[in-house]
């Protein structure tokens, strides 16, 4: 098992910035992907960004590149999501993921086993 835990989520105005972090703990070695998939209510789980743990190499969904940037701590089971130009319809809840399964990338929802609590981001315009 692989346990998330995710911080750094708030409220922030519209142009803003916010960085989100997930702690990964457990059997962290198994850990071949980490992802950060969003959601608002009604609506379902969109992938934002993935990072290939091994070769560090990162994917973003098309709508997220270039204001947001996925990284990882060296030496730390750590992932970030640094989040530049918020906009109000970037409101959601932004969840941690981890993948045990090989592969360049992985960006459907199904290909995670393991989900962080969720952190909320409210963007105010």
């Known amino acids: 098992q692989v346990q998330l835990v995710e911080s750094g989520g708030g409220f922030v105005q519209a142009g803003s910035s916010l960085k989100l972090s997930c702690a990964a703990s457990?059997?962290?070695?198994?850990?071949?992907?980490m992802a950060w998939f969003r959601q608002v209510p009604g609506k379902e789980r969109e992938f934002v960004a993935g990072l290939r743990w091994n070769s560090w190499s990162s994917y973003y969904a098309d709508a997220m590149k270039g204001r947001f940037t996925i990284s990882r701590a060296s030496g730390e089971n750590e992932l970030y999501l640094q989040m530049d130009y918020l906009q109000a319809e970037d409101t959601a809840v932004y969840y941690c993921?981890?993948?045990?399964?090989?592969?360049?990338?992985?960006?459907?929802?199904?290909?995670?086993?393991?989900w962080g609590q969720g952190a909320q981001v409210t963007v105010s315009s």
């Open positions: 457990g059997r962290a070695f198994s850990i071949r992907h």
């Open positions: 993921a981890a993948s045990s399964i090989e592969g360049s990338r992985h960006i459907n929802a199904e290909d995670y086993e393991w």
